[in-house]
């Protein structure tokens, strides 16, 4: 019995020894594992100068720069339409015509009026002058002269309404008939022979088809209220439109709307966007159409010759002078005045010197889609870290270790190319 007891003391002792033994190994290696220095791999580029262009996107629509909406003033039935849409007009051609029965009968009626009141109002003057006449040698009293003055003034004031009762149907019979305002094309045609349509002088009325210039076009798009302090008139943009595929054209901003057009207002996805207008170049043998979808690509600034960075590079830190003495280990950093912390964040760029991280304050300017322009003391030639985005904007600090990698980098771009062609 004694005999096994001893097997199993020892057994014990060597088991405890083997747990002891792994636990003394695990910290000395975690404890090695904390003293190593952590070497972050980045990509880099030099900096350098180029020529950069500041550019504004938008999305719109192809519109005439020039139509004219053709609406019906007086209602009736159509009953000449001698045009189609997409067929081309002259300034004064005919375009509709309403059938003008009712309002012809008006307009006669009125100058039978007028012709009536002339009759009387030439009665009423004659008798007037006759009055004068002879309340001048005394023959007639003041009464009879007053009664026969007030009978030609309200002759003639019968006579003056008469005729602008005339000339208001002869107006509104003319509008029966449509005229085209200018030279241009149907581009929309809305209503149709036989059709009644509805209008008067103090309301818009039914919308029969539209003119439209199709020689000068131009592109309305929207941008947004942070982008259109940017953009003025004169800006060359390049512009995309979907019906013709890989093609660009040129236009000039040439009308920025001075009041916003707001959606969703009261709402988290309100949009306030303000149209501008850019005259579109149309080539030889591109048509345009009223309505195509297009983008564009307004170049609003341009700056040569300036020192530019990717534009991912550009990053944002704490500046050394903000923070506290060196903590003890295990201690958070602390920032001084906390509630502020946004305020005290400087743009930096980091640089490899010697494999090791160093921040270079900067200032940014316009950017492109790519690059951006900076000004900074020391900066020029220097290889500025331009990724990974995860390093630049979270891992990095100030005498960081790193390695640069740039090979890795070329072989990622060259295969998202390949992956694109």
């Known amino acids: 019995m004694a005999n096994g007891n001893g097997k199993k003391k020892k057994k014990k ?42 550019i504004v996107s938008a999305t719109g629509k192809i519109q005439p720069e020039i139509q004219v909406k053709i609406n019906a003033e007086v209602s009736g039935e159509i009953i000449t339409l001698p045009v189609r849409e997409g067929q081309r007009v002259t300034k004064g051609q005919l375009l509709v015509r309403i059938k003008p029965d009712a309002y012809q009968a008006q307009y006669e009626s009125a100058q039978a009026n007028v012709e009536m009141a002339n009759a009387s109002l030439s009665k009423a003057e004659a008798e007037y002058k006759r009055a ?71 309301t818009q009325g039914t919308e029969i088809m539209t003119i439209a210039d199709l020689s000068s076009m131009e592109a309305r798009v929207d941008v947004g209220e942070n982008d259109v302090v940017m953009v003025q008139k004169g800006d060359t943009a390049r512009i995309e439109v979907d019906s013709y595929k890989d093609r660009k054209f040129i236009g000039v901003v040439t009308q920025i709307a001075n009041t916003a057009k707001s959606t969703g207002v009261g709402t988290q996805d309100a949009v306030t966007n303000f149209e501008v207008r850019i005259r579109v170049s149309t080539p030889e043998g591109v048509q345009f159409r ?33 923070m506290k003495e060196e903590p003890k280990e295990g201690e958070a950093q602390l920032i001084a005045g906390k509630k502020k912390e946004e305020d005290k964040l400087e743009e930096v760029v980091f640089v490899v010197k010697d494999g090791v991280a160093k921040t270079l304050p900067v200032k940014r300017s316009i950017s492109n889609d790519t ?13 500025v870290v331009s990724g990974p985005f995860k390093a630049i904007n979270r891992d990095l600090e100030l005498d960081s270790k790193v390695k640069v990698d740039n090979k890795s980098a070329r072989r990622t771009g060259a295969s998202a190319d390949t992956d694109k062609k």
């Not at 190994?25 to 500041?54: D, M, Y």
């Not at 690059?371 to 020391?378: A, R, S």
């Open 13 to 54: 002792i060597i088991i405890f020894s083997i747990i002891g033994a792994v636990v003394i190994v695990l910290g000395v290696l975690v404890f090695l594992g904390s003293r190593r220095e952590t070497i972050i791999s980045v990509q880099t580029e030099k900096a350098e100068r180029r020529t950069i262009t500041q």
């Open 132 to 202: 004068k006449d002879l309340y001048a040698k005394k023959l007639i009293s003041d009464s009879e002269m007053d009664i026969a003055k007030a009978g030609y003034l309200s002759s003639k004031a019968a006579f003056d309404q008469a005729s602008a009762a005339s000339k208001q149907a002869r107006d509104t019979f003319s509008k029966t008939t449509i005229y085209s305002p200018m030279a241009g094309v149907v581009s929309q045609l809305i209503s149709e022979l036989g059709e009644r349509v509805s209008g008067s002088t103090f």
């Open 290 to 322: 009223p309505g195509m979808s297009m983008a564009a690509d307004i170049e609003t600034e341009t700056h040569t010759n300036v020192l530019t960075v990717p534009i991912q590079s550009v990053t944002v830190r704490i500046p050394k002078k903000e």
């Open 371 to 383: 690059y951006v322009e900076v000004k900074g003391d020391g900066l020029e030639g220097q290889e």
